[in-house]
């Protein structure tokens, strides 16, 4: 999103036109709705952890925030310049650890409140990292290949002071994918003079990419999914999916396979919904020759509110935040919410859910098969070793069944909800790791 800020130059007889510009216009939602739910969230697991009051200052405060002019050239020779950023929540664990996303709405609230997510999501899975996350407030599909790949390398250009195989080491997210992280590793290794595959995860198999992380975060889903079920058979549960991306897409596609009946899934395009359940496979095709989910033949379109109020068994909101809220929680009616997404469920959302009997897994622990994978693609790269896509599937069910198990548990032994027992477990680690390592000077 570009901002347009007038000159501040007197207007003169020859009225010289306004000079574009980007001067920075925070805060702005909707990305404080998401940190105000992030600091919400951390409130609330430091009061059941007891946390002192500089310690939930130093957890509410990201360690590094970066914002850059990313100028990018169009194909009529224009230039075009946009926002971008890049946040180290926390790394008192390790380096940081996050997705890249480009959409035109994101800016530096939203990417502080999802940097927050993957400090919590690696801590409760267990990873050495801290977390991260970037943005441009760009919408790719309005760009071309060569002008997303100019953004792509001059965006990461701006954020070098930031990232490294060691300091902070970047994947995709919403808008972005293998293509991207692959620019990433080109444009950071020409930098360095040597190929650097540690720099980025999610690349593609032949830079050093992970066998396993295409899928990774919707096995996650489907993982944390068929354990929320507790041992119910997945045979014929009806499950609707909000976003038909590279998490949401993957999920239908996997709890399908799992026996699992998808009866409606959604993306920006539109809805779609047969009660008999929805030909994933096909549908995948018309998507990719559409564009979209909109007008696939085999099924009656519904509206966006429509999907996320279906009386289904489980509800995967895997697109954007926010998508479960005060103004349409009490409609929800499924039994079961399991977030693909980060941060799909408002604060008050979570409220009413929980007075429905309504059972929710949180994102940081749902969606967290993708950072597993990430770390596995990481360590493979920088020991110059590689693994089996099955040593890499064992791996991520091992790390989800022991997080899902601890959550579980810490939330029957306090009588908590699934949110804030993650919670809990996320930032009690990494106030562990504050105590002990000691505040400098
Ligand atoms: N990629 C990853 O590794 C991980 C991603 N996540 C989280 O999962 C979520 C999705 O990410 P990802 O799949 O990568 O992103 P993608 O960009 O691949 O997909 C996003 C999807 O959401 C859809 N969408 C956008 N707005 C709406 C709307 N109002 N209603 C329905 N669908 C909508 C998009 O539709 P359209 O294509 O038509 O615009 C698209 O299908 C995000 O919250 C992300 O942070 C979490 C863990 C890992
Ligand atoms: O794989 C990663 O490093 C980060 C994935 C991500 O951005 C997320 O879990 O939200």
């Known amino acids: 999103m570009t901002v347009m800020v007038p000159s501040t130059t007197p207007a003169t007889s020859s009225q010289a036109p306004p000079i574009p510009s ?34 939930r200052a130093m957890l509410a405060t990201p360690r590094r925030s970066l914002m850059v002019a990313v100028p990018v050239r169009r194909e009529d020779g224009s ?102 992280m692959a620019w990433i590793m080109d444009t950071y290794s020409v930098k360095a003079g040597y190929s650097v595959p ?26 944390a999914t068929l354990a929320a079920l507790d041992g119910r058979d997945p045979e014929g549960v009806t499950v609707a999916v909000q976003g038909f991306g590279k998490v949401g897409a993957l999920t239908a596609r996997s709890l399908a396979a799992a026996g699992c009946r998808i009866v409606a899934v959604s993306d920006a395009t539109g809805a779609v919904t047969d009660p008999s359940g929805l030909d994933v496979g096909a549908l995948l095709e018309h998507h990719a020759e559409a564009g979209g989910v909109r007008g696939y033949p085999r099924a009656d379109a519904l509206s966006h509110d429509e999907l996320l109020e279906l009386d289904v068994d489980v509800l995967v909101p895997a697109a954007l935040e926010g998508a479960i809220h005060a103004g349409n929680a009490s409609r929800i009616r499924a039994g079961l919410v399991v977030e693909g997404a980060n941060g799909p469920t408002t604060p008050e959302a979570d409220r009413v859910l929980s007075d429905a009997g309504i059972t929710v897994v949180p994102d940081i622990l749902a969606n967290a098969g993708g950072v597993i994978v990430s770390y596995l693609e990481w360590v493979q790269n920088t020991q110059a070793c590689s693994w089996s896509s099955g040593e890499v599937e064992r791996r991520l069910r091992e790390l989800m069944r022991d997080a899902f198990g601890e959550v579980r548990e810490a939330a029957a032994q306090r009588g908590i909800s699934l949110r804030d027992a993650a919670h809990m477990i996320g930032v009690g680690r990494v106030a562990e790791a504050h105590r002990v390592r000691g505040l400098y000077p």
């Open 198 to 223: 540690g720099i980025v995860t999610g690349k593609p198999p032949v830079l050093g990419g992970s066998l396993g992380l295409a899928g990774a975060t919707a096995l996650g889903v489907q993982i």
């Open 79 to 180: 230039v075009r310049v946009v926002r971008g950023y890049r946040v180290q929540h926390n790394v008192s664990r390790g380096p940081a650890k996050g997705g890249i996303r480009f959409h035109p709405a994101t800016d530096l609230n939203e990417v502080t409140a999802l940097a927050m997510w993957m400090t919590w999501k690696c801590a409760l899975v267990n990873l050495p990292y801290g977390g991260a996350k970037g943005g441009v407030a760009v919408d790719p599909a309005a760009l071309t290949a060569r002008e997303l790949e100019r953004l792509t390398r001059r965006y990461v250009n701006e954020i070098l002071p930031l990232i490294g195989p060691e300091q902070d080491i970047p994947a995709p997210d919403v808008g972005t994918d293998e293509q991207t």
């Open 22 to 55: 980007i001067i920075p216009d925070l805060p702005v939602p909707p990305g404080r709705q998401a940190l105000d739910s992030a600091l919400h969230q951390l409130g609330r697991a430091a009061d059941l952890l007891g946390l002192d009051d500089g310690l």
